[in-house]
């Protein structure tokens, strides 16, 4: 069984920057991990997955200003979120993908493709 923990949400001014941590009980090492984000009303999308091997993708809303990364020996996965925007204020969820060793930091993002999740933390960017 797999658990997933987000924490280091907050609030935050535009421009600022915020470390969302997701701690892992379980493994994830040959698993795809990703940071999703979902605003009321809105639907959950992808913002960044890494793979096994350390390679990456983002959404093209936060390219450039967010870092994903992961430290297998602490099986934690980091979001670094810089030059943040009120258009940044969501839910963040950490998620395992479904399958070991899938090709997820190419194509699109899909949802279907990670199996748990966390139960989020809440970033608001705002003046």
């Known amino acids: 069984q797999v658990q997933l923990v987000e924490s280091g949400g907050g609030s935050v001014q535009p421009g600022g920057s915020l470390r969302l941590s997701c701690a892992a009980s379980?493994?994830?090492?040959?698993?795809?991990m990703a940071w999703f984000r979902q605003a009321p009303g809105k639907e959950r999308l992808g913002v960044a997955v890494?793979?096994?091997?350390?390679?990456?993708k983002y959404a093209d809303s936060v390219k450039g200003r967010f870092i994903i990364s992961k430290d297998n020996a602490q099986n934690t996965l980091y979001l670094q979120m810089n030059s943040l925007r009120p258009e940044d204020t969501s839910m963040y969820y950490c998620?395992?993908?479904?399958?070991?060793?899938?090709?997820?930091?190419?194509?699109?993002?899909?949802?279907?493709?990670?199996?748990?999740w966390g139960q989020g933390t809440q970033v608001t960017v705002s003046s």
């Open positions: 998620a395992r993908g479904r399958f070991s060793s899938t090709d997820c930091a190419s194509g699109d993002f899909d949802i279907r493709d990670f199996a748990y």
């Open positions: 379980g493994y994830t090492k040959t698993y795809c």
């Open positions: 890494i793979d096994q091997y350390g390679s990456t």
